[in-house]
């Protein structure tokens, strides 16, 4: 039989081999942490500048449309829309005036006439479509070309105002401006624990076609 000695001494020994094992674990599972948190700190910024370039496009993409789609409707009205719906409309129910001249302007003996031809601004309308979204109705692509991407079915805002020709005093044109904030289609990245992989992201930031205070069709890209 055992005596006390030796069995408080297996005991020492056992109690010892558990706590081994379970450093070995705590170790272990610090390394797993470690391992994890070194991956995240790599994955992170780079899910975020990887996300937020390709929204960017899709953005763009859209906006570079609806652009397009407003210097039809300055073509067909003399300035520019003021809602999707005004652009829409005059799209698919105006028509342009054509001048056709007829004979030869530099043929004394014969008489040069003029004539006005009517194109609807639907053939155009459709033409655009046929080339950017050869699947989509007129209804679907206005509603593709006024929504946000990856906002929920948000919309862009459209505005519409005027602004002085540059080199004039008073000469006036339309102008508009069609846009959304950065944030409406990166919502999940908040500007507090993402500003260390961009220092300028601001979600606030306006991204944006067209300016309200100078004549212009450009994006802010």
Not at 102 to 110: F, H, L, N, P, R
Not at 163 to 177: R, Y
Request: charged share 25%; net charge neutral.
């Amino acid at each position: 039989m055992p005596c006390i000695e030796e069995v408080n001494e297996k005991r020492t020994i056992n109690n010892i081999l558990q706590m081994k094992i379970a450093l070995n674990i705590l170790l272990t599972l610090a390394a797993i942490g470690l391992i994890y948190l070194l991956v995240e700190s790599i994955r992170k910024p780079i899910n975020f500048t990887e996300t937020r370039d390709l929204r960017e496009e899709f953005v763009r993409e859209r906006l570079t449309q609806a652009a397009e789609l407003q210097k039809v409707y300055k073509s067909l009205r003399g300035n520019y829309a003021e809602s999707y719906d005004s652009l829409k409309y005059a799209l698919t129910n105006d028509t342009f005036l054509v001048d056709k001249v007829i004979g030869d302007k530099y043929d004394t003996t014969t008489q040069v006439k003029i004539v006005q031809i009517k194109f609807p601004a639907k053939d155009s309308l459709l033409s655009m479509i046929k080339k950017k979204k050869p699947n989509m109705t007129i209804d679907e692509f206005f509603d593709f070309v006024s929504t946000v991407p990856f906002s929920e079915g948000k919309k862009f805002y459209i505005k519409r105002s005027e602004a002085i020709v540059e080199g004039t005093d008073s000469m006036m044109t339309s102008t508009f401006e069609i846009g959304t904030t950065i944030g409406t289609y990166l919502s999940e990245f908040d500007s507090a624990s993402h500003v260390i992989y961009d220092p300028e992201y601001n979600p606030n930031e306006l991204r944006k076609v067209g300016d309200l205070y100078k004549p212009s069709t450009n994006g802010n890209w």
